[in-house]
């Protein structure tokens, strides 16, 4: 008789999405004995913003912002070793270049998303349920339609990011000389034909497609960049400011009132949505010298801040309507286009494959996920397993969240929160800057919520082989560190 077949093991910790966040939480996984990982993606191969790719672009970081190095550079999965599979070693050294090239950090993630065992792509997580003490996955592979099941102790949501499109630019959905930056060089050719273009947002991204326009448009051709801020302020880019971007000032912002978050995440925006003071520059450096020999206005270019759309629709012959209003003096005008590129940025999105999870989640008063500092999601008790987000707690964890300095990190913290031990062992102290006053405590814990602790569940060959105790992982010890009230 024949007898059914035993279910595999469990995962460890199954991740959905292969961004460069979970892609880290991989790499830092892959060499860790015992340890049974899974990362799965619907698309058919790793890609970085594709439609941000433009040629000269650069990072906004230090090459050290990669995978694993600002964790543990002797991992195989670093950039400097990336670039010693490539033989780029000594043309890198000679670049002396401390930011690199957007398309090579895209190319050094391909190269280590090919690579790595515990990365499936083209399969796509459709729906996660519990099965007792574990998440049960349901998987679908997108080539064959084949579907299958998965069992895990743990889950990493590593989806990113949606673009935003602003609810004035509603009735344009779909128009095909109106699209978001993030298709930028896969519907370029769509502006090829328009003799006035304007570009609406002052982050990277806007600065990005305004000089690559200045660069390609043709004689005549109108170009228009449009920012509600007041001014177009660089990236706040000193040494000390950029001690935001470190776990003290994480662990420091996670302890305020959720309310205070909110403001100062608002607040803080040359922080995490400015462009790079160099990018600015080289589009005053090329409209300086289109100009040489004729007047500063002779140049069909418009850059105005402080200027909000605040309806844009299809107008005559083709054309486009923007609804503008100064901010400053409250003026309205009509402003009329042929194209509209919106940077507009992103919005953390919920994974269809969550719904039969959501019920069990704490979510917070504006439907937002409670996160503790371990990066794991307040859910109640029923759950016993550990759910995990990257790049979803901005308004939990700070303008560091969407930052790659920081990817390594959250990886590592994640990575040690599901052993039960330390894999990888982490500063104390990051930063010079001391956020919190004199004497008060980074992170308040309610002692009685503390007292209600449970175990995490077991991890098999990992906490059998763990050389310290099993850290505890409390539901409601949880929700009392993130309710930010």
Same mark, same amino acid.
């Given at each position: 008789?024949?007898?059914?077949?035993?279910?595999?093991?469990?995962?460890?910790?199954?991740?959905?999405?292969? #961004?460069?966040?979970?892609?880290s939480l991989a790499a830092l996984a892959e060499p860790v004995p015992g340890l049974r990982t899974l990362f799965c993606d619907q698309r058919p191969e790793f890609r970085w913003h594709p439609g941000m790719l433009v040629d000269g672009a650069r990072m906004q970081v230090p090459f050290l912002?990669?995978?694993?190095?600002?964790?543990?550079?002797?991992?195989?999965?670093?950039?400097?070793?990336?670039?010693?599979?490539?033989?780029?070693?000594?043309?890198?050294?000679?670049?002396?270049?401390?930011?690199?090239?957007?398309?090579?950090?895209?190319?050094?993630?391909?190269?280590?998303?090919?690579?790595?065992?515990?990365c499936r792509f083209g399969t796509e997580v459709t729906a996660l349920h519990r099965d007792g003490a574990l998440y049960r996955a349901e998987l679908r592979d997108t080539a064959t339609g084949r579907r299958s099941e998965v069992h895990a102790r743990n889950l990493a949501l590593g989806v990113?990011?949606?673009?935003?499109?602003?609810?004035?630019?509603?009735?344009?959905?779909?128009?095909?000389?109106?699209?978001?930056?993030?298709?930028y060089l896969d519907r370029r050719g769509a502006l090829d034909e328009a003799r006035d273009i304007t570009v609406v947002g002052s982050g990277q991204s806007g600065a990005e497609v305004f000089l690559d326009l200045l660069r390609r448009a043709g004689e005549g051709v109108r170009l228009r960049w449009l920012t509600r801020t007041r001014a177009l302020a660089p990236m706040e880019y000193s040494k000390l400011g950029l001690e935001h971007f470190t776990p003290d000032y994480t662990r420091y912002?996670?302890?305020?009132?959720?309310?205070?978050?909110?403001t100062l995440?608002?607040?803080?925006?040359?922080?995490?949505?400015?462009?790079?003071?160099?990018?600015?520059?080289?589009?005053?450096?090329?409209?300086?010298?289109?100009?040489?020999?004729?007047?500063?206005?002779?140049?069909?270019v418009e850059i105005t801040p402080?200027?909000?759309?605040?309806?844009?629709?299809?107008?005559?012959? #083709?054309?486009?309507?923007?609804?503008?209003?100064?901010?400053?003096? #409250?003026?309205?005008?009509?402003?009329?286009?042929?194209?509209?590129v919106l940077?507009?940025?992103?919005? @953390?999105?919920?994974?269809?494959?969550?719904?039969?999870?959501?019920?069990?989640?704490?979510?917070?008063?504006?439907?937002?996920?409670?996160?503790?500092?371990?990066?794991?999601?307040?859910?109640?008790?029923?759950?016993? #397993?550990?759910?995990y987000v990257q790049n979803a707690e901005l308004h939990t964890h700070g303008v560091g969240t969407p930052d790659l300095g920081l990817g390594a990190h959250r990886a590592a913290v994640i990575l040690n929160a599901v052993a039960g031990r330390t894999v990888h062992r982490l500063p104390e102290r990051t930063a010079w800057t001391g956020f919190a006053p004199p004497g008060?405590? @980074?992170?308040?814990?309610?002692?009685?919520?503390?007292?209600?602790?449970?175990t995490a569940p077991a991890m098999g060959d990992v906490a059998a082989t763990a050389d310290v105790p099993a850290v505890p992982r409390p539901q409601e010890w949880t929700r009392a560190a993130t309710a930010g009230r």
């Open positions: 008789m024949d007898t059914p077949a035993a279910r595999p093991a469990p995962y460890d910790l199954l991740g959905v999405g292969i #961004g460069p966040f979970n892609l912002a990669d995978l694993v190095s600002l964790v543990d550079p002797t991992n195989r999965w670093s950039f400097l070793n990336y670039l010693r599979e490539q033989d780029r070693l000594f043309p890198f050294y000679f670049a002396e270049r401390f930011q690199l090239p957007r398309r090579e950090y895209d190319h050094y993630c391909r190269w280590a998303a090919e690579r790595l065992g515990n990113g990011t949606r673009p935003v499109l602003p609810g004035a630019f509603t009735a344009l959905d779909g128009h095909p000389r109106a699209f978001h930056s993030a298709d912002f996670h302890g305020l009132p959720g309310a205070v978050r909110d995440v608002e607040a803080q925006w040359q922080l995490h949505k400015a462009a790079s003071a160099e990018t600015l520059a080289e589009i005053h450096d090329h409209l300086y010298e289109r100009t040489i020999g004729r007047p500063i206005d002779d140049a069909p402080g200027t909000a759309v605040t309806d844009a629709r299809p107008g005559p012959c #083709g054309g486009l309507e923007l609804r503008c209003r100064h901010t400053d003096s #409250g003026a309205e005008h009509v402003l009329r286009t042929d194209a509209v940077a507009t940025g992103y919005r @953390a999105a919920r994974p269809a494959a969550l719904d039969p999870l959501a019920h069990l989640i704490d979510w917070d008063e504006a439907g937002r996920y409670r996160v503790d500092l371990d990066h794991r999601v307040a859910t109640l008790p029923d759950l016993a #397993g550990g759910l008060a405590a @980074a992170t308040p814990v309610d002692p009685a919520a503390a007292s209600t602790a449970l």
